[in-house]
């Protein structure tokens, strides 16, 4: 089960921190991402994480404004999100899927997640 909270409005060139609890599982086990659906357009792979051995994914669109920590006592991986832009306005999700030992490699494939949890929304004004 998977729990995203800390969406909201600011202003471009603001920060936001996003959150996602994950629950049900061995946490070390899997990779958990973060997906975003603009409006009007399709939903894209932002960023993702293992949490056991640290690789990280990041969207050309975020890389170096946006960085996927996870603290693996509490469960929760998050995604601080700074020098936001209007384009960054979307439903941001948290994805998770099964990740040690399964072949698969840390990335924004959406096809790849098992697991989806509500989603958030983060407004960025101008």
């Known amino acids: 089960q998977l729990q995203a909270s800390g969406g909201g409005s600011v202003q471009a060139g603001g920060s936001l921190r996003l959150s996602c609890a994950f629950s049900g599982g061995a946490f070390s086990s899997y990779a958990l991402g973060w997906f975003r659906q603009a409006p009007g357009k399709e939903r894209e792979g932002i960023s993702c994480?293992?949490?056991?051995?640290?690789?990280?994914f990041y969207a050309d669109s975020v890389k170096g404004r946006f960085t996927i920590p996870s603290d693996n006592a509490k469960n929760t991986v998050y995604l601080q999100m700074n020098s936001l832009k209007p384009e960054d306005t979307g439903v941001y999700y948290c994805a998770a899927m099964f990740y040690v030992g399964s072949g698969k490699v840390v990335s924004g494939e959406e096809s790849d997640m098992e697991y989806w949890g509500k989603g958030t929304l983060v407004t960025v004004s101008s």
């Open positions: 994480v293992s949490t056991s051995d640290g690789g990280t």
